[in-house]
């Protein structure tokens, strides 16, 4: 039984020099979505306070702590504060959260969170380091603080608050964990338990980008309803509290329901619009679909770079793969529970034509790849590779054990370039890459673009170079977002092969809403806008679409 009363009392924001958001207009229950309290951009942005702005909002919060007790306790029998502290073993002197300092042992990195170095601090500072250290925004810290303690705005809080102030290690159905009190434990392990959600999806009740029946009130009786977790946090926020406001709690906001409403995640999200502006920073949901082909994609808060080939996934395996395919960040989507789903199917290879060096030995070879696989092709000279316009700024060096291997064939000769590399024909302007023993026309800047073309690698064609056969267009690749002119259909390009392997060819897939495209996480500036005659040669494939 809660012997002191909490008052979550909901004050207008307060700007402090600029950094938080006043919000102009009372929040709505009509505002709230039960499967996205929270954007992850919000809610794991560590950078959004220091321990100064940090300070300066506890301070502005409890202007004047009552340390005595003095002030009326409202309660009958019971003249101040102090003396109904005193009834309840709680007696004075009271340290609001503003003031409130605590030797910290320290803690050592693990792979949740990084190391945090000892002393004494205050509770801005360790609300600071957690966040760094954890990963998580100081405002979903400051707001936890206060839908489990109301330790922000209490002018007289008790020890009690501090020693279980995020809740953390604190069920429904029993005692509090003694392992875990303490102000410093409490606002660490809440943080890091939000880590802990994203790299163990499976072992929690709610996962992101999946559908979880999420409970009114911890009896049973008063029911529960599905809820598709559109982010991370949010996901996290019902693993740490798994209820949801009903319809009673959300139609009298800043007060109670019914006997069946629960508040933790109502009050949460309540709290932090009111103090630091939206949840939602945009109209982002999380699609219920698998990416095209040809997309990279990335749990959030995890670190691994998957493709998407033939419907399944081939891993990145590190920056050098990475960065000789000409990949961007921008381009690395956000893994929908169906990706997730996706077969892992071995590790992507490096592009074609990358050139590389062992360690230990001045030897340079350059590679023909495949998807999963490579040859390398050594280099016999330094005069062919000069003739071939290759410089050593170029070259990636292995480790040597990496690179031991028997080469495919010997380059002897610079008189025609090699494959995957791109040639200039100055006389008429264009620019082919030299494929399968052929040189094979890119005929627009946009296929150039997504390709992941360099001009600084487009080397001056050789007679050797013309006189190849002339082999097919390069057309854009797999998963490229295009739109015809004047029209607003998006399509993605998927390369297909028959099940018996005897046909090939390009179809363009239909995306076929905003709210698709957006749960994708593509952006406007993610499509190429081309001519209609490009896009109507295309087959039109299977739609993308939830």
């Known amino acids: 039984m809660q012997i002191k009363l909490f008052l979550a009392l909901v004050l207008p924001m307060v700007v402090l020099f600029g950094l938080f958001v006043n919000t102009s207009s009372a929040l709505s229950s009509s505002e709230w979505r039960a499967g996205h309290i929270i954007d992850d951009s919000i809610f794991f942005n560590a950078n959004a306070l220091g321990t100064a702005d940090t300070q300066s909002f506890l301070?502005?919060?409890?202007?004047?702590?009552?340390?005595?007790?003095?002030?009326?306790?409202?309660?009958?029998?019971?003249?101040?504060?102090?003396?109904?502290?005193?009834?309840?073993?709680?007696?004075?002197?009271?340290?609001?959260?503003?003031?409130?300092?605590?030797?910290?042992?320290?803690?050592?990195?693990?792979?949740?969170?990084?190391?945090?170095?000892?002393?004494?601090?205050?509770?801005?500072?360790?609300i600071n380091d957690v966040s760094k250290?954890?990963?998580?925004?100081?405002?979903?810290?400051?707001?936890?603080?206060?839908?489990?303690?109301?330790?922000?705005?209490?002018?007289?809080?008790?020890?009690?608050?501090?020693?279980?102030?995020?809740?953390?290690?604190?069920?429904?159905?029993?005692?509090?964990?003694?392992?875990?009190?303490?102000?410093?434990?409490?606002?660490?392990?809440?943080?890091?338990?939000?880590?802990?959600?994203?790299?163990?999806?499976?072992?929690?009740?709610?996962?992101?980008?999946?559908?979880?029946?999420v409970q009114y009130n911890p009896i049973g009786g008063c029911g529960s309803s599905p809820v598709y977790m559109e982010t991370q946090a949010t996901a996290g926020l019902y693993n740490y509290t798994p209820y949801q406001p009903n319809s009673a709690a959300l139609n009298n906001l800043y007060g109670t329901g019914d006997s069946c409403s629960s508040y933790g995640n109502r009050n949460f999200w309540r709290t932090f619009n009111?103090?630091?502006?939206?949840?939602?920073?945009?109209?982002?949901?999380?699609?219920?679909?698998?990416?095209?082909?040809?997309?990279?994609?990335?749990?959030?808060?995890?670190?691994?770079?998957?493709?998407?080939?033939?419907?399944?996934?081939?891993?990145?395996?590190?920056?050098?793969?990475?960065?000789?395919?000409?990949?961007s960040w921008s381009e690395v989507r956000q893994a929908?529970?169906?990706?997730?789903?996706?077969?892992?199917?071995?590790?992507?290879?490096?592009?074609?034509?990358?050139?590389?060096?062992?360690?230990n030995n001045p030897e340079v070879y350059v590679l023909r790849c495949m998807d999963t696989f490579c040859v390398k092709d050594w280099i016999s000279s330094i005069d062919v590779f000069s003739g071939l316009g290759f410089g050593f700024i170029d070259v990636l060096e292995l480790p040597q054990s990496q690179v031991d291997s028997t080469?495919?064939?010997?380059?002897?000769?610079?008189?025609?370039?090699?494959?995957?590399?791109?040639?200039?024909?100055?006389?008429?302007?264009?620019?082919?890459?030299?494929?399968?023993?052929?040189?094979?026309?890119?005929?627009?800047?946009?296929?150039?673009?997504?390709?992941?073309?360099?001009?600084?690698?487009?080397?001056?064609?050789?007679?050797?170079?013309?006189?190849?056969p002339t082999g097919p267009d390069v057309s854009f690749p797999e998963g490229a977002l295009l739109r015809a002119n004047g029209d607003n259909a998006v399509y993605a390009i998927n390369h297909y092969r028959s099940l018996n392997g005897s046909s090939t060819g390009s179809e363009k897939r239909h995306i076929t809403s905003a709210k698709t495209f957006s749960g994708l996480s593509y952006k406007p500036n993610d499509v190429f806008v081309i001519d209609a005659s490009y896009t109507a040669a295309y087959t039109t494939g299977a739609t993308i679409a939830e």
């Open 59 to 126: 301070n502005a919060k409890v202007p004047n702590c009552d340390t005595n007790g003095s002030q009326p306790s409202g309660r009958a029998g019971y003249a101040t504060r102090a003396d109904w502290g005193r009834a309840n073993n709680q007696p004075p002197p009271y340290t609001c959260l503003k003031d409130y300092r605590q030797d910290v042992s320290g803690v050592t990195a693990d792979s949740y969170c990084s190391a945090i170095a000892g002393g004494n601090k205050s509770a801005a500072e360790i």
């Open 133 to 213: 250290a954890c990963g998580v925004n100081p405002m979903s810290l400051i707001v936890t603080l206060q839908k489990e303690q109301s330790l922000v705005t209490d002018e007289w809080p008790w020890t009690t608050q501090y020693r279980s102030a995020t809740g953390f290690g604190c069920p429904d159905t029993a005692n509090c964990d003694a392992t875990y009190y303490g102000f410093f434990n409490q606002v660490y392990y809440a943080a890091r338990q939000f880590k802990l959600y994203i790299k163990n999806p499976s072992l929690y009740n709610f996962e992101y980008g999946r559908t979880g029946n």
């Open 274 to 327: 009111d103090w630091f502006g939206s949840t939602i920073s945009d109209a982002f949901t999380i699609a219920n679909t698998t990416h095209p082909d040809g997309t990279l994609v990335k749990t959030f808060g995890l670190p691994e770079v998957y493709m998407i080939i033939d419907g399944k996934r081939y891993h990145v395996p590190n920056i050098d793969t990475f960065n000789s395919h000409g990949f």
């Open 336 to 359: 929908t529970a169906p990706d997730r789903d996706l077969q892992i199917n071995g590790s992507l290879t490096f592009r074609g034509g990358t050139l590389i060096k062992g360690k």
């Open 407 to 468: 080469y495919e064939k010997k380059i002897t000769s610079s008189d025609v370039h090699l494959q995957d590399q791109l040639v200039l024909d100055r006389s008429s302007g264009k620019v082919y890459l030299i494929a399968d023993g052929a040189k094979n026309w890119v005929p627009s800047l946009q296929i150039f673009d997504a390709k992941h073309f360099k001009w600084s690698k487009v080397e001056d064609a050789k007679p050797g170079d013309l006189a190849l």
